[in-house]
C-alpha cells in the first residue's frame, strides 16, 4: 500500500493533480516526512515549486530547506543552460547542429517552473558522422573525457565530457543503445525536430 506521505507528494509534483493535492493537504502534519522523502527521490526543488503559493502553511523549517533546494537548482540549470548555449553556439559555427535531450530540453518544455527539474549531465544529440568532429572542438574548447575511450559500439554516445567545472556533457548520435530491439532510423529522426527557442541555433 502506498503511504498517505507518498501520495501526496505525487499528487503535488503532478501538474495535473492540484485539486487532489489540496484536498489531501487539509490537516496534513507529516512535513517532515515528507520533505525527506522528496530529497530522497531528488523532487525536492520541484516540491517547492508545488507549494509557492502554501508555504505560508507549511512550517518554517521545511519551508526553508524546500525553498533553498529551489534556488541552489535554479543556479544550477542556469549555469547548464549558459554551457548548453555556449557548446551549441561553437558546434553551429562548424556546421554542426545539435538536439537537446532529456533534463536539459525538459526544463525549458516541460515544467512550468524552471528551477523545478534537477539535472546531472547534459545530454546533446548530433549526427553520426559529426562524432570526430564534436570530440575536437569540445576538446579545443577545454572539455576533457576521464575515460580513455572515445566511443564503443556498446554505446549510443561518446564517453562523457566534463568541463572545467565538472559539468558531465553526453554527445549521443542516436536515442537507444545499440544492442537494443528497438531501432531508430537516424535521417527520419532527425527529420522530426524543431528549432529550441530557449537556445537559438539549436534543437
Known sequence: MTPPTVKLLLALVSQKSTNRAN???AGFTEWDDLSSR??????APLLACSLKDLLATVPKAVG??????ADQNLGHNIACTSLTARIAGFLAAEGIETVLLKGIAHIHDCYDAFEGRLLR?????VRKKHLDAVARCM???GFYQERSE???AEHHHLAPFLSSERQAVEIHWNLVHPLSPV????ERLWATVKPCTAIPGSF
Open 183 to 186: 531501432r531508430i532510423d537516424e
Open 38 to 43: 522528496a530529497t530522497a527521490l531528488r523532487l
Open 23 to 25: 484536498e489531501m493537504l
Open 150 to 152: 572515445k566511443t564503443s
Open 121 to 125: 549531465d547534459i545530454d546533446l544529440l
Open 64 to 69: 526553508r530547506s524546500l525553498t533553498a533546494a
Open 139 to 141: 576538446e579545443r574548447a
